[in-house]
């Protein structure tokens, strides 16, 4: 069983920027792909960025230049690294794990940008 604990959410304002971390724990084999995915009140989750096979990353268009996904190997730790934060960024966000035939998710950490 994988177990994955986001933290790093909070209240910033517009420009700001905020650090999420995503710890992930348990039996970890074969990771396919990390990402960040997000879901705003009234609204369907949606992918933000994603690492696959350890490298290779994708955005989306929307937080392209702004946000940085990163990956600690060591530490099996996920990161996003969010800059220049819109008011449109706030929302639940969640870390997932999808590795051989499973998928994880964590439990979410808000996010709320607002003056």
């Known amino acids: 069983q994988v177990q994955l604990v986001e933290s790093g959410g909070g209240l910033v304002q517009p420009g700001g920027s905020l650090r999420l971390s995503c710890a992930a724990s348990g039996s970890i084999f074969s990771i396919n792909a990390m990402g960040w995915y997000r879901q705003a009140p009234g609204k369907e989750r949606e992918l933000v960025a994603i690492?696959?096979?350890?490298?290779?990353?994708n955005y989306a268009d929307s937080v392209k230049g702004r946000f940085t996904i990163s990956r600690d190997n060591a530490k099996n730790t996920l990161y996003l690294q969010m800059n220049s934060l819109k008011p449109e960024d706030t929302a639940v966000y969640y870390c997932?794990?999808?590795?051989?035939?499973?998928?994880?998710w964590g439990q979410g950490t808000q996010v709320t940008v607002s003056s």
């Open positions: 997932n794990l999808i590795a051989t035939i499973n998928e994880y």
């Open positions: 690492i696959i096979s350890g490298s290779s990353t």
